[in-house]
């Protein structure tokens, strides 16, 4: 056997060691650390809404323009971060990136807290997005390189429940500290990079991926790490199957490509669902931020107070994590993009209610919907997206999705606005709900299939 067959004797064998477990092969608490960085994503994703109302006024903010430049500049990091960093992850791997990205998020954090006027408030905002728009891209890839094959959406959805919280505990923080105190919005930003800060404490705890290791050859690294996995299951009492040449022989693998990520995945199989993937992301992000970043501020220009805009989303947003539990229950049971669907259809239902604004009951009622659909779908979004494209290229092919779909988002942010000034309160919302339905019938006819596929074989 020459060099050559025997390194991807050795890599398929590390892949088959992996295939063959079961359970997840690191400590529970790594699954906790992981979500923090969720945490944080959902907090800061949220926090910008219920911190605009206080912001400006004192920035002397008006007009559509200003509040782009406070509400969508973010947007435009996550852009640029998910999708450089996202390229960065595919050449350096996803651990040193996972690190870089909560660094990033800090400083953002910091330095919105500290902002004295909206310049200053622009240029942190991007900083921000760059670390958020790529932590969303990183901690999918992540978990799903090292989660056995018909539990993927089940751990994945775990990191995602407990991520969620972020977005279901900050209108309460921000009840709190944003309508009583004139540098409420300030502490509420604060709080977001201590959580950043342990977060990066925390990560470097975290092993690299033994697939993306594979991918660029480093064999050697790849096979301690696996080996550790082995022993860790064996001191909890699990045995592993036995691993036959037949098992390893089965592992279709690839290692590091010579083109650029990108290019490499606008050929067949990759191309169409570039396309599905751009479309979805894009199409739901329209809805997802424009209601998330402006909704607050929409209400409380009709006439309701800054307090009670935010206490109707607050309340609505108990439905977080109920949401994201209801969709764990399945994420491995039924098919990934049918979920997606059915949390599309809840997503349009809910602006519909809320936009009738008939009643206190229809705006809690709406957002509890809205809250409850949104954690259904993006947890397995995420895992679905991430999952369909090869390890030498998957945050960059989740970056071109997702990443750049949040121009979507900055779009939904600057004229949900403009669409409510000019057919209506309702019909704004209703439209945000219409661009989200469109978005899951697209996703329902040209996803692939990938629940309890092996990684290796959906990304193939």
């Not at 105190?181 to 502490?187: L, M, N, P, Q, T």
């Not at 993006?378 to 369909?388: H, K, Q, R, V």
Request: aromatic share 14%.
């Amino acid at each position: 056997m020459n060099a050559d067959s025997s390194n991807e004797h050795e890599a398929k064998s590390i892949i088959a060691r992996m295939q063959r477990i079961d359970k997840w092969p690191l400590p529970s608490s790594f699954l906790a650390i992981i979500a923090i960085g969720y945490f944080f994503t959902f907090y800061d994703v949220t926090d910008i809404g219920f911190a605009m109302p206080a912001i400006a006024p004192q920035f002397h903010l008006t007009g559509s323009e200003s509040l782009f430049l406070a509400l969508s500049i973010g947007l435009i990091g996550y852009v640029f971060g998910s999708f450089i960093i996202g390229v960065l992850s595919d050449k350096y791997g996803r651990y040193p990136m996972l690190i870089v990205t909560m660094i990033l998020m800090a400083v953002g954090s910091f330095g919105d807290a500290a902002s004295i006027n909206l310049y200053m408030l622009i240029i942190f905002r991007f900083i921000t997005g760059l670390g958020l728009g790529a932590d969303l891209n990183l901690i999918p890839a992540y978990i799903g390189e090292f989660a056995p094959a018909d539990r993927r959406g089940h751990l994945a959805q775990i990191t995602f429940f407990l991520g969620i919280l972020g977005q279901a505990v900050t209108p309460f923080v921000a009840l709190a500290l944003v309508p009583p105190y004139v540098f409420g919005w300030r502490i509420l930003f604060f709080i977001g990079g201590l959580i950043a800060v342990i977060a990066v404490i925390l990560r470097a705890q975290l092993p690299r991926s033994p697939r993306w290791l594979v991918s660029k050859g480093r064999l050697k690294e790849a096979d301690g790490i696996v080996a550790n996995f082995e022993s860790y299951l064996a001191k909890k009492g699990e045995k592993l199957p036995e691993l036959t040449e037949n098992d390893i022989n089965k592992v279709d693998i690839v290692t590091e490509t010579n083109r650029l990520p990108f290019s490499y995945l606008w050929q067949k199989p990759y191309r169409l669902r570039m396309v599905v993937f751009g479309l979805w992301w894009g199409l739901w992000y329209i809805g997802n931020y424009a209601f998330l970043g402006d909704a607050a501020t929409l209400l409380s220009d009709t006439g309701i107070s800054v307090a009670s805009s935010i206490l109707y989303l607050a309340i609505g947003a108990i439905g977080y994590p109920i949401g994201a539990i209801s969709s764990w229950f399945i994420s491995d049971k039924i098919e990934r993009k049918y979920i997606v669907f059915g949390g599309s259809i809840m997503w349009l239902i809910a602006m519909i209610i809320f936009g009738t604004k008939a009643n206190d009951i229809a705006l809690i009622v709406g957002s509890f919907l809205a809250s409850y659909s949104l954690a259904f779908l993006l947890g397995i979004a995420y895992i679905y997206t991430s999952e369909s494209y090869p390890t030498r290229a998957r945050t960059s092919g989740f970056a071109m999705g997702d990443g750049l779909g949040h121009i979507g988002g900055a779009i939904g942010a600057l004229f949900l606005p403009l669409w409510v000034a000019s057919i209506g309160f309702f019909g704004g919302f209703a439209f945000i709900g219409v661009t989200t339905m469109i978005a899951g019938i697209i996703l329902v006819i040209g996803g692939s299939v990938a629940t309890k596929k092996q990684l290796e074989t959906v990304s193939a």
